[in-house]
């Protein structure tokens, strides 16, 4: 990638955030170590481990039974691992539980230096419990729907290894998909399935540990989806008010966009300024700049930063302005990659004469022509009959069936609690065909939210739109107009020139690629027919091993990534 980086600091990196104590992640990792363990020690047992000592005395079904508590044991080990690295307090609970029953299970099979190895990793994260203090992440009952599909793929794997396992006392060989399956669902239920053994040894083998996996996999999403929700992202009341203030007074062109309602917001200590948020994947993603006095920012990063150590969230900033980027690095020590331009136009100096804009003024003339009037006016004087069909079309219109946007969406159209907002509607014969929406941008500008037309309209109409705009302006106290967001335009407008690098061009051609579907050209060519002013944009992030992951984050957070949307299960919120 190209995209230049901001200046780093040379104050040290804050503490809690990059110089943590590395006992969560060594014990992370040991519990991998463990459950693996686990999960081997419990399957192997049960083809060809001699039982011995203990076992002599000890009936076979209990021996059994610790056998297959084992393998479960192991899979949820190896489910925490990751959670241990991110410091979580319920992930250690659920460890020392589980370290605790491994040292028990390990000593009923006589298993003495796995039990030695469960017992050092229990020894550990007691030892080091105070490091482990972050709280949950916020949940959602789709959680508990992955969940469920994660523990029977495995449930399933490795009921069919232990099957294979044993199948030299299946009596007539190893069966065939359909009873397969019929054994392996009726096992994991308790039930006798069609599959018979020469040995009661090997069927209590296999129905114990077909049972726990069961049993796992049935209770697990369960708990999941009945426990009471953690908050999800919300913008209160008195943070909306706020926060309202704030961008009419200091608001950059995407501040008002963290008025959306699926955002949760920090405020700095003297309450001047805040950082809006939303949790993605485990990365504390703010978009914009911070809101408020600039001179509170630091205040604001510094709440900010304590809500991301609290939670062993990542935390990142999404589509800065350079100004508040080269604050960031210099208060956190995280690293500043340019992610594109945002196109500005000044709406008071803007004209269609000029050779530059010839093309512009010819679409627009042509679609003029064709009987296109372009309306102008604030959402509060929007009719309810026109804010019906607007809602109606913005969804049949829409080119994908999510709404995406995050950063530089409000998420939201023709609301009443957003009077000052700006409508544009083209119509022709009396029908609309096209609308935008612009949201404010502190006293007298105002930023492209929503763009939606119709797929038989002609085109050139956002064309006529946005002129028509730029013209109006001034009559709405209007001076600068926020455009598109162009991704990556400095790679696309210096990759195609002359004596461009190979790395360049390289770059360029890939971003001309994945233009066939994410439109990343399309907008800078549109973007750059009004000549604007460019604003570089950036993304912040602590180290260069935390990029991928925060990247795949924002663009789940621009739901160019999505699941599917699930309704409520077991009730709760």
Request: hydrophobic letters at 50%.
């Amino acid at each position: 990638m190209t995209g230049r980086d901001l200046a780093r600091p040379t104050t040290p990196k804050l503490p809690g955030i990059l110089t943590a104590s590395r006992a969560p992640r060594l014990l992370g990792t040991l519990t991998y170590v463990v459950g693996t363990l686990d999960l081997l020690t419990g399957l192997l047992h049960s083809w060809r481990v001699h039982l011995h000592g203990l076992t002599e005395v000890l009936p076979g079904a209990l021996s059994d039974a610790a056998a297959a508590a084992t393998v479960v044991s192991g899979i949820f080990l190896i489910v925490l691992g990751h959670s241990l690295k991110r410091r979580k307090r319920r992930a250690w609970r659920a460890a020392v539980a589980l370290l605790t029953l491994s040292v028990v299970l390990h000593a009923i099979k006589t298993e003495p230096a796995s039990a030695l190895i469960s017992l050092v990793g229990l020894g550990l994260l007691v030892r080091h419990r105070a490091e482990f203090r972050a709280l949950g992440d916020p949940t959602t009952r789709w959680r508990a729907v992955r969940a469920f599909v994660l523990l029977l793929v495995v449930s399933v794997v490795i009921g069919g290894f232990v099957l294979w396992l044993n199948r030299r006392d299946l009596v007539g060989g190893f069966p065939g998909l359909g009873d397969l399956v019929q054994e392996l669902g009726l096992g994991m239920v308790g039930l006798d399935g069609p599959v018979e053994f020469s040995q009661d040894r090997a069927a209590d083998i296999v129905g114990f540990l077909l049972l726990g996996l069961g049993l796992m996999t049935l209770l697990t999403p369960v708990y999941l989806a009945l426990r009471p929700p953690e908050p999800r992202p919300s913008l209160t009341d008195a943070d909306e008010v706020a926060l309202r203030r704030l961008v009419g007074l200091h608001g950059d062109s995407l501040a008002y966009f963290n008025t959306r309602r699926d955002k949760s917001v920090v405020w700095s200590a003297s309450g001047k300024s805040a950082v809006a948020y939303r949790v993605v994947s485990g990365v504390m993603l703010a978009s914009g700049d911070p809101v408020g006095d600039p001179e509170a920012w630091p205040g604001a990063i510094q709440a900010f930063l304590a809500e991301a150590r609290a939670h062993a969230w990542t935390p990142a900033v999404l589509g800065c302005s350079e100004h508040a980027g080269t604050i960031w690095v210099r208060e956190t020590g995280f690293t500043a990659l340019e992610l594109g331009d945002e196109a500005v136009v000044d709406a008071s100096a803007f004209t269609l004469a000029g050779r530059p804009m010839r093309n512009v003024r010819q679409m627009v003339g042509r679609v003029a022509r064709a009987g296109y009037a372009v309306e102008v006016c604030r959402v509060r004087d929007v009719t309810a009959e026109v804010r019906d069909k607007a809602l109606a079309d913005a969804a049949a219109w829409r080119s994908s069936a999510t709404e995406r946007g995050f950063s530089m969406a409000l998420g939201r159209l023709l609301e009443e609690s957003d009077p000052e907002c700006v409508f544009v509607a083209a119509r022709q014969d009396g029908v609309v065909r096209a609308f935008l929406q612009f949201v404010p941008w502190g006293p007298d500008g105002m930023s492209l939210d929503v763009m939606r037309r119709d797929a038989t309209a002609d085109a050139g109409v956002n064309e006529l739109m946005i002129t028509e705009t730029l013209a109006a302006a001034p009559g709405l106290g209007v001076q600068r107009v926020s455009l598109n967001f162009a991704a990556f335009r400095s790679v696309l407008e210096r990759g195609g020139k002359l004596g461009a690098g190979p790395v360049l061009k390289a770059w360029r051609r890939v971003l001309l690629f994945a233009s066939r579907w994410l439109q990343i050209e399309s907008l800078y060519r549109f973007n750059a027919k009004f000549q604007p002013q460019w604003q570089p944009r950036f993304l912040v992030y602590p180290s260069g091993s935390d990029l991928p992951r925060v990247g795949l984050a924002a663009l789940e957070a621009e739901a160019f990534l999505t699941w599917p949307k699930l309704g409520r299960l077991g009730g709760g919120a």
